[in-house]
């Protein structure tokens, strides 16, 4: 079975610096790649998501996503975090050809520093 | 946002009760998910149904049942209600195709004293 590994539950940045939020997952085929961020007492949210195409995702609220398959990674990035930016952050995975199977990391928890 | 409610969004009850939770949709995606929330262990899924009447067994499937008579509607049973079932638990849609996103619901908090 697919596993994905999101490497630090909690990251600490100060406001204006880089939010970096690593994610792997398993598989030798390249999945397809989800970012999701959870707000306090709300549903998870759609960041971005990698299917096909070009390998650097833009996605909501100004993070992006470079999937990289040699790696195996899908690392969250934010030029300049905000405090806003507080929340948790899940990676999650679907494998190709299972029919809308989907894999979460544990999350990783963001704090901003003012 | 997707449209989806869960019901009831908090609920306390006792040991050994049993306990359903609803979850509706709007968009008439085909998928739908219960998932639990715990500290340390992300989402686990526990049942997913792929349409009326099609449902299976998700990692954490012990202690629960669904059932789906209707596109819109997935209900999560606890047939009888154990403490370490206190848990968050999100519903959560997508359309087919492996590459289509969930969305979620925003989640009910359940309390098993």
């Known amino acids: 079975a697919q596993s994905v590994t999101q490497l630090g539950s909690h990251v600490s940045v100060s406001e204006g610096a880089l939010v970096l939020l690593r994610c792997n997952y398993s598989?030798?085929?390249?999945?397809?790649l989800f970012w999701y961020v959870q707000y306090p007492n709300q549903g998870l949210q759609l960041l971005l998501k990698y299917t096909t195409g070009a390998t650097l995702v833009k996605g909501i609220n100004g993070f992006e996503a470079e999937f990289k398959k040699s790696e195996t990674s899908f690392h969250l990035t934010k030029p300049s975090a905000h405090m806003s930016d507080a929340a948790e952050y899940f990676c999650?995975?679907?494998?190709?050809?299972?029919?809308?199977?989907?894999?979460f990391g544990t999350g990783t928890s963001l704090t901003v520093i003012p | 946002d997707a449209g989806i409610t869960q019901s009831p969004r908090h609920k306390v009850t006792e040991t050994g009760t049993p306990v359903t939770l609803r979850c509706h949709q709007t968009e008439n995606h085909r998928y739908m998910y219960w998932y639990r929330q715990d500290p340390g262990h992300g989402l686990r899924l526990i049942h997913y149904s792929y349409g009326v009447k099609d449902t299976d067994k998700g990692e954490v499937s012990d202690g629960y049942s669904v059932s789906r008579s209707k596109t819109e509607d997935f209900l999560l049973t606890l047939e009888s209600a154990t403490s370490s079932q206190t848990s968050v638990y999100f519903c959560?849609?997508?359309?087919?195709?492996?590459?289509?996103?969930?969305?979620f619901g925003n989640g009910t908090r359940l309390t098993v004293t």
């Open positions: 959560a849609i997508s359309e087919e195709g492996d590459n289509s996103p969930l969305h």
């Open positions: 999650a995975v679907s494998e190709r050809g299972t029919g809308n199977q989907f894999y």
């Open positions: 598989s030798s085929v390249p999945p397809y």
